[in-house]
Structure formats: structure tokens, C-alpha cells
């Protein structure tokens, strides 16, 4: 995928890249696809676009 944002969205490689735009999202699955490739999970789990798998950091309270 090609970010088309301005300015341009962080790389999935990027340590920021939970900060890309999200360009589609299913609420009911908890899931929601980023302009950089990177799906992300509402329990902050993300799937990069290489395949590799991050696991869960959701602060606990």
C-alpha cells in the first residue's frame, strides 16, 4: 500500500506506525486495516504487512 496522506503516514517498519490513518475497519471483528498495511487489533495486537505477528502492549492500569 501507498500512503497518499499528507504528510505521509509512518512505514509499518516504522516504531510509530499505529499512528497511520486507518482505511478500513470491521468493528464486530475488532480490526481495522492502516494505510501503511499494518492491521491492528482493538487489543493491540498488529499484523505487519511481512507477516510477522506483534504481539499485545496494552498498558495495564
Known amino acids: 500500500m501507498v500512503c497518499r496522506h499528507r504528510p505521509r503516514c509512518p ?3 516504522a516504531a510509530d506506525r ?3 490513518k486507518s482505511v ?3 468493528r464486530v471483528s475488532g480490526w481495522s ?3 501503511n498495511g499494518v492491521v ?3 487489543d ?3 499484523l505487519l504487512p511481512d ?3 506483534i504481539n499485545p502492549h ?3 492500569l
Open 24 to 26: 478500513a475497519r470491521d
Open 18 to 20: 499505529d499512528a497511520a
Open 40 to 42: 491492528v487489533f482493538d
Open 44 to 46: 493491540t495486537g498488529e
Open 11 to 13: 512505514s509499518a517498519q
Open 58 to 60: 496494552r498498558v495495564q
Open 33 to 35: 486495516l492502516l494505510c
Open 51 to 53: 507477516g510477522r505477528v
